[in-house]
């Protein structure tokens, strides 16, 4: 493929770019922010919509500066990025290049050298030696110290606040973005499920998963595709294995795709076998939880006010025997996991909805012997209540045994 074959989707990335550039410069107007340095592969894609290499390894190898009231930010990629993006993404100045050999920073966070002196200089080319500079938190501390050194008259912030502040509430471009993932994910999900059957590992359903984004433009998992069947924690949170799935068990799927960086994130539960009548009647009773949540969202009520609605369903319809513990979902966006988490009050910051938010609610119940049956959704608040973004069927499905 010639790399002017590109040139369509980074075109989208600019409109989509364009209104959170605007609200980054309003609230750095607002918080006395003379510029916004970022480096990490979630906040650059936000400040330039520009994709990079899904990888660790390349987490926070291109930089970007957003001077206040500029229109788009000046960019200091990773020299091996750099010529690629002066062809897909001719608007942008890239006003210096952050060199790959000779040099420890792309593997950070080991060590400095050559990167802090030429992002200090690109700092002064923009007038910024005495400026108001907030720092992306995820900017190795080695750079961050060193860059101070460099320009000991500039005043550095951390800018988690102006970024979370900004990231929190999505355009409808971003909106829409979550929304494409989302039913990507409905695909795979109802795909894998087809698929399951006794004897079949985790990983192999997983690969279904996977497969799936792929052939439906899916830029690259969210996360792991996590399936897990009957009851065996592993890491902590259960992850996909060799483990075949059984007669009898539940089999979760919990997955998430991204379209251009924006995340979604849902679950459904099958059963290999034929569900009895208790096990569908508490999968019902955690499929009005799921709904509680979504009915219950809307602008002015709290994160914890929706977690509530779903914990009570679940409780006084099992007459005590189930309930949320503190957790209910969180917020998607560039990250997986975003603010607002949907938690009990007192275990989550409280956030007061506003329309724009998005998040994923995730009510489950772990039925011993069984496994993990669980939902999700993912939700954008609306000015009248909330909008389901994903579309996937709800029923347990029975999976031959």
């Known amino acids: 493929m010639r790399i002017n ?8 990335a600019r409109k989509l770019v ?14 006395g922010i003379d510029a916004l340095f970022v480096n990490t592969f979630d906040n650059w894609r936000y400040v330039t919509g520009l994709p990079v290499h899904h990888s660790i390894s390349y987490s926070t190898v291109n930089a970007a500066i957003l001077v206040r009231g500029a229109s788009l930010a000046v960019l200091l990629p990773l ?3 750099a010529s690629r ?4 993404a001719p608007w942008y100045t890239i006003i210096k290049e952050l060199p790959f050999p000779g040099t420890p920073e792309p ?4 060590g400095s050298d050559q990167w802090p002196k030429l992002i200090s200089e690109a700092l002064m080319e923009l007038g910024l030696a005495n400026g108001v500079i907030a720092i992306d938190p995820g900017t190795a501390w080695v750079i961050q110290e060193n860059l101070r050194s460099y320009l000991p008259k500039a ?12 990231r929190i509430i999505k355009n409808e471009d971003e909106v829409d973005a979550i929304r494409k993932a989302g039913r990507i994910a409905d695909i795979a999900i109802e795909a894998a499920l087809s698929k399951a059957r006794e004897g079949i590992s985790e990983f192999e359903l997983a690969g279904v998963v996977e497969s799936f984004f792929r052939s439906n433009e899916a830029e690259f998992p969210s996360m792991m595709p996590c399936v897990f069947s009957g009851d065996h924690p592993q890491l902590g949170y259960i992850c996909s294995s060799d483990r075949k ?6 089999v979760r799927l919990d997955i998430g795709c991204a379209v251009d960086g924006y995340c979604s994130c849902i679950a459904r539960t099958g059963f290999v076998g034929q569900p009895d009548e208790e096990l569908l009647r508490t999968y019902e009773l955690l499929r009005s939880a799921l709904r509680a949540g979504i009915e219950s969202t809307r602008p002015g009520v709290t994160n914890s006010y929706v977690h509530e609605a779903m914990h009570q369903v679940l409780h006084e319809g099992s007459g005590g025997k189930y309930g949320l513990d503190w957790y209910g979902g969180h917020g998607i966006g560039l990250g997986l996991h975003e603010q607002p988490l949907i938690g009990r009050a007192g275990t989550v910051t409280e956030i007061v909805l506003e329309a724009g938010m998005v998040f994923a609610l995730e009510p489950a119940i772990l039925l011993e012997g069984k496994g993990w049956l669980g939902l999700e959704d993912n939700v954008v608040v609306r000015p009248g209540g909330s909008e389901v973004l994903n579309l996937a069927k709800f029923e347990l499905q029975p999976i031959g045994a």
Do not use: C, H, K, W
């Open 5 to 12: 074959e590109y040139n369509p989707d980074t075109a989208r």
């Open 18 to 31: 364009e209104s959170n550039v605007r609200r980054l410069n309003s609230l750095m107007e607002r918080d």
């Open 79 to 81: 020299d091996f990025f």
């Open 85 to 88: 993006i002066r062809v897909a």
């Open 107 to 110: 593997l950070q966070p080991t």
């Open 155 to 166: 005043t550095f912030r951390d800018a988690s606040n102006v970024l979370a502040d900004a």
């Open 245 to 250: 799935l059984r007669s009898g068990e539940l």
